[in-house]
């Protein structure tokens, strides 16, 4: 007899393959429970539990009194667990975040260079004349977050830009702020921030590249250091 986790590993697997097949395409209606249990061979409960925990990472959507959905699969929303599964860690791989940031973000920087208009750059501006070395931790934060997830919004590629979202943990970043202004490394790292703005503005996307991926490196050393690895 299948261990009760290997029957609902089954129906998982049943119920993704009927979407990649596209036979359920997204705000589809799931069969009724009765049905589609009898058709993947595995029982109500077990089905229950496979969409119990496709609904968790946002493939489904179980709606009380209506039946169980597919979501519209927007990249931004199934990486929506990242963030909080990262918050989990307590910074114990800050610097692996640090390091998956420094590969992916320089390239979506520099894709979402001729997508930025004069609105998000004035936006971009403002958040830099806000900060200065007497901000508060959280103030420096939100505005760290907001200036990248503005900038890599832009990107065209959804994947890319939503998993960059997914991996702007608060809590990640309040540790790296916090040690940044105790190390009085505040006003160097908003420095960084301008060379990747004043490269967008010029239209520079292969400047801005090299000046993030240079940001990103610094704030990884940084940790690096702290944590006795450099």
């Known amino acids: 007899m299948p261990a009760p986790h290997a029957v609902t590993d089954r129906a998982i697997d049943a119920i993704k393959q009927m979407i990649i097949d596209g ?7 799931l069969p009724p429970e009765k049905e589609l249990s009898e058709r993947i061979g595995v029982s109500r409960n077990s089905l229950r539990e496979a969409v119990k925990a496709l609904s968790v990472i946002r493939v489904l ?3 009380q009194g209506d039946g169980t959905y597919v979501t519209s699969l927007a990249p931004s929303l199934l ?5 909080f599964i990262l918050d989990l860690h307590h910074g114990s791989g800050e610097e692996q ?3 998956v940031r420094r590969l992916l973000e320089p390239t979506a920087v520099e894709q979402a260079c001729p997508h930025l208009g004069e609105h998000d750059f004035d936006r971009l501006e403002q958040l830099m004349v806000d900060l200065s070395e007497h901000s508060s931790v959280e103030e420096l934060v939100q ?3 907001e200036f990248h997830q503005l900038i890599t919004s832009r990107c065209p590629n959804a994947y890319l830009s939503s998993m ?5 943990s608060a809590t990640a970043r309040a540790r790296v702020w916090r040690g940044l202004t105790e190390d009085s490394a505040v006003d160097s790292t908003l420095a960084e ?4 703005l004043d490269a967008l503005r010029q239209g520079r996307g292969d400047l801005a590249r090299v000046h993030a991926a240079a940001h990103i490196a610094g704030v990884e050393s940084w940790i690096l250091k702290g944590a006795g690895l450099h």
Do not use: N, Q, Y
């Open 23 to 29: 036979e359920l395409g997204p705000a589809d209606r």
């Open 61 to 63: 959507d179980v709606r």
């Open 79 to 83: 990486v929506e667990s990242l963030g």
């Open 97 to 99: 975040i640090l390091e």
């Open 143 to 145: 505005a760290d977050i």
């Open 164 to 168: 960059l979202e997914g991996l702007a």
């Open 193 to 196: 921030h301008r060379r990747i």
